[in-house]
């Protein structure tokens, strides 16, 4: 059976450290984008995602919502650690699990028109596994889990190893202005942007939170608004949020420019609530009709707020 989107990645165990608490939840990429297009009943998807033992009643929860869940052998789940200081953005991360590669082998009998892989680490996703699942249909990447890298529990910023033989297979590749620079050497969106198509990404996303988003496909820029939450809850998984609802409007037809502004919108209703994104198309279609906005200009920085 070919699906229309199929999102491929580790569900991890996050441990939440702050001066006042500890809190144990799970994450990752492929627990976002499912909870993200559990209520869009007209888009075919499917999970398969790699758990230890502890993590079943996740994925157990996930199938009851209805979502396609395979779940391949995995000794252990991913397991992060995120110490917080007094100030929210002193951040120290490590890694006490790592969960087994994806390979190919067990992928065989998974077809898809679109693939979303949620690489959380460097070695998620050997060069051969992207490689083939190319060869079935389109790949989408968010470049973050790329440029991780685990030494001795510790989590290290690194550039994409391969990334030029990997960008050959890609479609769709997501990038904050941090990967950007990380990925390409420029700061500036525009260059950055068409030298990633060069490398060969066929459509590339840039994000930059409260700014906005541009999006390029080797002709044109489509920019694209944010649209400013009502509140800030929490951002874990905007970018998740952001990729789930792209891909499922391209994978319904819509033009990069509609996609967009259904992503963008998707998002800042992840961030007004706690935990993963609860959204109907009407909920987003009020925040594109209701929220104020902020437009990016080509180069990344704002260019218009309303």
């Known amino acids: ?103 190919v082998e067990p992928l065989h009998e998974v077809d898809a028109g679109i693939f979303h892989l949620g690489a959380l680490l460097a070695d998620d996703f050997p060069l051969d596994t992207l490689r083939y699942l190319a060869g079935k249909g389109l790949i989408s990447v968010d470049s973050q889990g790329y440029l991780r890298e685990v030494r001795d529990t510790h989590v290290y910023a690194v550039d994409w190893t391969n990334k030029h033989e990997a960008f050959r297979s890609i479609h769709f590749l997501k990038a904050n202005e941090q990967e950007m620079e990380v990925l390409t050497g420029y700061k500036d969106a525009s260059r950055a942007a068409k030298k990633l198509c060069e490398w060969g990404i066929k459509e590339v996303l840039l994000t930059f939170g409260s700014m906005g988003s541009l999006i390029y496909d080797g002709q044109t820029f489509y920019r694209i608004p944010a649209y400013i939450p009502r509140q800030v809850v929490d951002p874990t998984g905007c970018g998740d949020t952001y990729m789930a609802g792209y891909l499922y409007r ?57």
């Open 250 to 306: 391209r994978a319904k037809g819509a033009t990069i420019d509609e996609a967009g502004n259904f992503a963008a919108a998707l998002s800042t209703l992840k961030i007004e609530r706690s935990g993963p994104v609860d959204a109907s198309t009407d909920d987003v279609k009020r925040v594109m009709r209701e929220n104020a906005t902020c437009m990016p200009n080509i180069d990344g920085g704002i260019h218009s707020c309303n």
């Open 1 to 103: 059976m070919k699906h229309e989107l199929c999102c491929i990645g580790h569900i991890t165990l996050d441990k939440v450290v702050t001066p006042g608490n500890t809190v144990y939840m799970p994450g990752g990429t492929s627990f976002y984008v499912s909870h993200a297009l559990k209520r869009f009943d007209d888009l075919d998807y499917a999970l398969v995602t790699a758990v230890g033992a502890s993590e079943r009643g996740v994925t157990d929860e996930l199938t009851s919502l209805g979502i396609r869940t395979t779940v391949l052998p995995s000794p252990y789940s991913v397991y992060f650690e995120n110490i917080y200081g007094d100030n929210p953005d002193d951040r120290t991360q490590r890694v006490l699990a790592k969960a087994a590669p994806f390979t």
